[in-house]
């Protein structure tokens, strides 16, 4: 291996399962002990429509196991491509592995369970690597949420920005790290971030996802609905926290739509009217979130598929600016860190397999509230070295 550096490969797909995105990171040893993180390459493709519906239907309660592993095989082949063109792409010299999370489809951390879709030992035997996955569970091993497992990497990834700070993951649910001067990390979800947005505007439109938030930004929020979600458990808490798509679905939404007295056939008003009240309760949520900081954020920081959101990110800009008296909480892209939204929870992954690989802790007792910083993730060996 190189000396003083070192390559993983990381993939993610995310609750929003929009696409698999990859990025090769490298980590170079600087001067007195410091560390350096680059982004050495990235790809992307979108998820196949027939292999989300898939991914989906395994979402429900009802979800038949022979179809949960016809579908965990089909996952994990679509993620070959992404992972060989990224390997491809490594310095073979100082290449450790690959950090590949899988497709979340239950989430339980009040029972200790957690599962994703992925077989490793597909991907360790096709391109030969060291694959580390099944990262969450021993967290949840450990007391832990199992989840958000993000806030160390974001921590690292601020660098010499000023703090305290935040970043911000808007995937399909919220997640957020909180950075201080001095104190350790803390992070925790907030709610949903596009998973209902993007399930409603399927239902009523067809359309995947709300292209810049211009359909939320066609209505108008409802007050009624919006204290109806509220009320959800899940949004009450503070501290350590985590949720999924178990919890904050598209039928939850329609039993609060029920609740307010609204029942489907909507007028085109009343059904931009749910999209902005969604918005607003993802912005709602994270703004509460915020407010669990010990001291103003000078900055926020906000990556994953919300950060292309225009509606959200003026939504967020909008609100931030009456967060707290003083000095205003600037809100930025992590392209203000020198790194694509887009890429951040990839890179996240690779950055918790390098951690696994050199013998590190992973995990943050802090964000998950587990009984201390634990080695995350299982490794399936690649192919044997030749001799």
């Known amino acids: 291996m190189s000396t003083g550096r070192r390559q993983a490969i990381g993939l993610m797909t995310g609750t929003s399962m929009d696409g698999i995105d990859g990025v090769l990171l490298e980590e170079r040893c600087e001067g007195q002990g410091g560390i350096a993180m680059h982004r050495v390459a990235a790809h992307h493709v979108p998820m196949p429509a027939e292999l989300r519906a898939e991914l989906l239907a395994c979402q429900s309660p009802d979800a038949r196991i022979d179809d949960m592993l016809r579908a965990q095989k089909s996952f994990t082949e679509s993620l070959l491509p992404t992972l060989i063109a990224l390997r491809d792409q490594a310095d073979p010299t100082c290449l450790l592995g690959a950090g590949v999370h899988g497709q979340t489809v239950r989430h339980w951390p009040q029972e200790g369970i957690s ?50 700070a935040a970043v911000l993951n808007i995937g399909g649910f919220a997640n957020l790290s909180l950075v201080g001067s001095a104190a350790p990390v803390r992070g925790f979800d907030t709610g949903p971030g596009n998973v209902l947005m993007d399930a409603w505007i399927e239902r009523c439109r067809g359309e995947a996802f709300d292209r810049d938030g211009a359909w939320a930004a066609q209505g108008e929020v409802h007050m009624p609905l919006l204290e109806q979600l509220l009320e959800h458990p899940d949004l009450q808490g503070t501290g350590p926290r985590s949720t999924g798509r178990d919890v ?85 892209t992590t392209e203000a860190l020198g790194w694509d939204p887009q890429e951040v929870e990839a890179a996240a992954f690779a950055w918790l397999a390098l951690r696994h690989l050199v013998g590190e802790a992973g995990s943050a007792p802090t964000v998950t509230g587990a009984r201390g910083p634990r080695r995350l993730g299982s490794l399936t060996p690649g192919r044997l070295p030749q001799r």
């Open 115 to 164: 599962l994703q879709l992925l077989d490793p030992h597909l991907l360790a035997e096709v391109t030969g690597l060291d694959i580390v996955s099944d990262f969450r569970r021993r967290d949840l091993a450990a007391g832990g949420q199992g989840a958000p497992l993000v806030p160390p990497f974001h921590a690292a990834l601020l660098g010499n920005a000023p703090r305290p």
């Open 248 to 332: 904050f679905h598209l039928n939850w939404l329609l039993e609060g739509l029920q609740a307010i007295g609204w029942s489907e056939p909507l007028s085109p008003a009343q059904e931009a009217s749910v999209q902005a009240t969604l918005l607003e309760l993802t912005c709602t949520t994270i703004l509460r979130g915020l407010a669990e900081s010990p001291q103003p954020c000078a900055a926020v920081y906000v990556c994953g598929g919300g950060a292309r959101n225009l509606a959200m990110m003026a939504r967020l800009r909008e609100t931030l600016a009456g967060l707290h008296t003083g000095d205003p909480t600037e809100l930025h």
